[in-house]
């Protein structure tokens, strides 16, 4: 049946009709006027507003309904129809019946279904039958989520406006007598109930995908099992089989005594394996022969890569040793995710020193990530603050013992970086520097406020940058720099040529100048790294993952 014939049924003034089995003589929408005056029940608003939701798609078809339900005569207990909100108001309540207890109102390419005695949402008037919203039906542009919700809302709107025209016990009476009745889903209705439930998989498969963090693989199997993945929470596996002889064996969770083990999923020369759901971890590999291997594996989003857990421990070892406590669970967890970020992006590789002097005790923040060294205490010793860093008095700092020179690097190959907190006193001198990099995160109110680089011969200095947190430099020639600032925002500058880069360690908390110890800072540093250049990307990896470790220490 059309959706037109559905309405003037549904919403026909009689009870009788031409056609209805009863002898019942009256066309449709108005029926057999000898007989009584017809309500719609309960389960007819429902099955009428499901198939206009379902109709919704063509919006032709919604301006039909309309349109013929403007003409419906408007008898008790029945509706009425208005263009707009505007013509509703315009008519008045007197323009209503007093028998009708919903109306129409086309709004937009929205059809809004209102209630007499609804006032909570959108009234029409301030007194009297407010006919404020019960139901809001969207237009095809809106209607995005799944057909099974859309019914569902539809259904429970329909039960809140009949029960503004029916009474308690004429529901209880039709509810009885309608217990058996099921849905009618037409053909059509079903396929776009599938189609949609569809279009919602794939959404939540490639939603899935993009909170995923993929860690390349590169191994050498042999006729001994070994670890190919350490235990972690691996989402998916691809593998290749580099080989044009070996066979390649892979087993979850337990080692492998040989390739014919049970569990063993084999790969034969040139074999690839693409695996959506890993059974277990670890994950093993066994070979007949010696092979290579090559491929990828995921875990959550920022989840640490498990296969660099021993590195890792490394370095919680070397903190220890520094003087601080074992730390907890909880920072290690957030040590770990950071190492990780920064080695997954080859930052890690690329720095002489990395230190994170925000930690949890005394001695962590001295320990060098990229190294094996350990920063010495120069002057005073700096004051620590557990998840701040360490607080430099303008007399106090660390000498780094890393010597960019050492590694043979050129003005365009070094790059430094600082994160300051920006809550410190502004203390007008370099937070860190060699002579070759004086980076000044924070500077006094006399210092001015104007952002701008003061570089000469021998030293690049950024000044005028109160309070930004971090700042960093990248050498891109000997002639050109890349300044970042907050948000890793690269602006490249021109400057003196620069020939070198100085024989001397990387001071934090000062400058390691020709003259000796200089330009001591006043304030509290986070984090420092020095080494070789980075790229645009490299540093917003860096800015990135020191952001989510401060957010993540807050609440330890």
Known sequence: MALLDDINLILRDHVGY???????????????????????DLRDWRELLATIAQAMGDPAALQNIITQLGGKANAANATKV????????????????????????????????????????????ETGDRWGIVLRLPGSNAFDAALAAAIAGVLAQARQADAEVLTVAALA????????????????????????????????????QSEMTAYSLA?????????????????????????????????????????????????????????????????????????????????????????????FQAIITRMVAAGADTP??????????????????????RMGGLFVLATHGI??????????????????????????GYAFDGNDYFDSGVNLNAFGLSPTQASALVWAETTSPAGGQAAAGDGGFELLPTLSASSGGARSWSPDT??????????????????????????YGPGAAGEVKTRSALGFVPARTFYVGATNSSTGV???????IRAVMAGHALNAVQVLAAQAALSRYFKQIEAL
Do not use: C
């Open 18 to 40: 031409s056609g209805d089995g009863q002898g019942g003589n009256g066309a449709l929408p108005v029926g057999d006027r000898s007989t009584a005056r017809h309500s719609p």
């Open 82 to 125: 208005f263009s707009s909100r505007a013509a509703a108001v315009s008519a008045g309540q007197a323009a209503i019946d007093a028998g009708i207890g919903s109306i129409f109102t086309r709004e937009g390419t929205d059809l809004v279904v209102r209630g007499r005695t609804a006032e909570a949402t959108d009234p029409l008037f």
């Open 173 to 208: 009476d039709e509810r009885a007598q309608k217990t058996e009745k099921r849905l009618d889903l037409t053909a059509e209705r079903f396929d776009a109930l599938i189609a949609r439930i569809g279009a919602l998989e794939e959404n939540q498969n490639a939603q899935e």
């Open 219 to 311: 191994a050498t199997a042999g006729t001994s099992a070994s670890v190919l993945v350490a235990a972690g929470p691996v989402t998916d596996l691809k593998l290749v089989n580099k080989s044009g002889t070996a066979t390649v064996g892979i087993k979850f969770g337990t080692a492998p005594a040989g390739l014919g083990d049970a569990g063993v999923l084999p790969l034969g020369p040139g074999g690839a394996l693409d695996l959506d759901t890993i059974p277990a971890t670890p994950i093993h590999v066994i070979a007949s022969d010696t092979a290579d291997i090559v491929g990828s594996f995921s875990v959550p989003l920022h989840e640490p890569n498990p296969n660099w857990e021993t590195d």
């Open 328 to 349: 907890n669970l909880a920072w290690q967890d957030a040590y770990r995710r950071l190492y990780s970020a920064l080695r997954r992006e080859n930052i890690l590789s």
């Open 363 to 388: 001695g962590a923040g001295r320990v060098n990530w990229a190294g094996t060294g350990t920063m010495s205490v120069g002057g005073g010793a700096p004051a620590f603050v557990a998840k701040r």
């Open 458 to 483: 021998a030293v690049d200095t950024l000044t005028g940058l109160n309070g930004v947190g971090f700042v960093g430099i990248t050498r891109a020639a000997p002639d050109r720099f890349t300044l």
């Open 518 to 524: 200089g330009k001591f800072y006043n304030g509290t």
